[in-house]
């Protein structure tokens, strides 16, 4: 059984910086895909980021050039370095992992003060 748990999260006001991290475990095999998707109130979730095993990345229009995800294959892990957030960054952040079946963290609560 694969879980995946999430720490980071908080409040922070705009401008500032959160760094999330997701460690998998259970699994016994690298997950192919990691990353990240958020669902703010009212919204559906959508993709912040993901990245591969092999490094090829994608990310979100709306967090290019402000959010950076990384991953550690050797631990399972995956991490979002968020800096010069925004008030609408504000949602609960999942962490999402593939490998021939999609898996997902309970969430963590990013909350961004204007």
Request: hydrophobic share 35%.
């Amino acid at each position: 059984q694969v879980q995946l748990v999430e720490s980071g999260g908080g409040l922070v006001q705009a401008g500032g910086s959160l760094r999330l991290s997701c460690a998998a475990s259970g699994s016994g095999f690298s997950l192919t895909v990691m990353g990240w998707h958020r669902q703010a109130p009212g919204k559906l979730r959508a993709l912040v980021a993901t990245i591969t095993t092999s490094g090829n990345i994608n990310y979100a229009d709306s967090v290019k050039g402000r959010f950076t995800i990384s991953r550690d294959n050797a631990k399972n892990t995956v991490y979002l370095q968020m800096n010069s957030l925004k008030p609408e960054d504000t949602a609960v952040y999942y962490c999402y992992g593939w490998h021939y079946g999609a898996y997902w963290g309970q969430g963590t609560q990013v909350t961004v003060s204007s």
